[in-house]
């Protein structure tokens, strides 16, 4: 069975790549997989604060997977799974994909303006060779019609 892993943040090209990788899912009889990713935050000097402003990344990441999820069950009838990573983003993606075989597509969403994100950048530039699957980049230009009509 074909799984499509989405990267999940905040930004607006999320929305697109989510889009497409689960009308593919729903085409191909694939499964989606949604991961979040908290990246590691500053040093603050007081243990406490520290882990007070890793635990509420934390939970705001789980809210955004948890809420792509349901969007996701009520477009297509199925729940993706989902997971919530703390960390380097390339380096979770990597270990993601090395702990679940099953991942036959790393999807991701490409900004509109400036750069196209750090895992765009990387995984489309020097990273491509260590991938274990095919990459799909989505633009965010694209609209949903094209979106549609495209996976």
Known sequence: MRTYLVIVDETEEVRMA??????RAAKTGGELQLLAIVPRQAFVAFGGVQATIEEEARARAEVLVTSLAGNVFSDS????AIAVRQGDAIKVVTEY????GDVAALVLGAAEVDTPG???SWFAG?????????LYIVPASLDEAKIDDLS
């Open 18 to 23: 989510l889009r497409f990788a689960s009308r």
């Open 77 to 80: 009838g199925k729940m993706p």
């Open 97 to 100: 994909m090395a702990e679940h």
């Open 118 to 120: 750090p895992l765009v």
């Open 126 to 134: 020097p990273g491509i060779g260590t991938l274990p699957c095919p």
